[in-house]
Nanobody
Framework: QVQLVESGGGSVQVGGSLRLSCAAS????????MGWFRQAPGKGREFVAA???????????DSAASVKGRFTISRDNAQNTVYLQMNSLKPEDTAVYYC???????????????????WGQGTQVTVSS
């Protein structure tokens, strides 16, 4: 089992920044991928960013077009924590943000929520103008 706990959400004004954290515990060592998704009111869960890593510690980051250049995903392997640094926030970034992981990533798509096995409880991000 894997447990994920997000933190760092809050309310900010347009143009502000927040850093979300996702602390993982349990059987995380073999996963190979962590992702961030978000869900705005009345909408489905959408991909935000993902970080993949190989057994020899090569990392690959990816993010959605809507956040590229503003959001950065990173990982602290020693702390089993993944971060989402969010800059230049816009009202349309308002959503509940979730981190997610797979029991074992063998490659392929990671853009869909159904491709992940474990989820955190979510943290609210509100951006006001």
């Amino acid at each position: 089992q894997v447990q994920l706990v997000e933190s760092g959400g809050g309310s900010v004004q347009v143009g502000g920044s927040l850093r979300l954290s996702c602390a993982a515990s349990g059987r995380t060592g073999s996963s190979g991928i962590m992702g961030w998704f978000r869900q705005a009111p009345g909408k489905g869960r959408e991909f935000v960013a993902a970080i993949r890593w190989t057994s020899n510690s090569i990392q690959y980051e990816d993010s959605a077009a809507s956040v590229k250049g503003r959001f950065t995903i990173s990982r602290d392997n020693a702390q089993n924590t993944v971060y989402l640094q969010m800059n230049s926030l816009k009202p349309e970034d308002t959503a509940v943000y979730y981190c997610a992981t797979k029991f074992k990533y063998y490659g392929g798509s990671y853009y869909n929520d159904y491709e992940y096995d474990y989820w955190g409880q979510g943290t609210q991000v509100t951006v006001s103008s």
